[in-house]
């Protein structure tokens, strides 16, 4: 499975022995500290939503 770390939060990865990257990382589906991590709150299945962008023109062209 593929987990992330929850928006604002950084969850060490106990194999790799760091932080469990932003855009997530393959972790075996049943180990249990994972699975702890999910239950908790500290990580999540689905990839953190990011602020959208706006790239309208907010000036006017006069």
């Not at 939060?9 to 049943?30: Q, W």
Request: some cysteine; glycine content about 6%.
């Amino acid at each position: 499975m593929r987990v992330y770390p929850s928006p604002g939060l950084l969850v060490r990865d106990p194999v790799k022995r760091d932080f469990l990257p932003a855009d997530g990382r393959e972790v075996p589906d049943h180990d249990l500290y994972w699975i702890r991590r999910l239950e908790c709150g500290d990580a999540i299945l689905t990839a953190p939503v990011s602020p959208a962008v706006n790239t309208t023109d907010t000036g006017s062209d006069q």
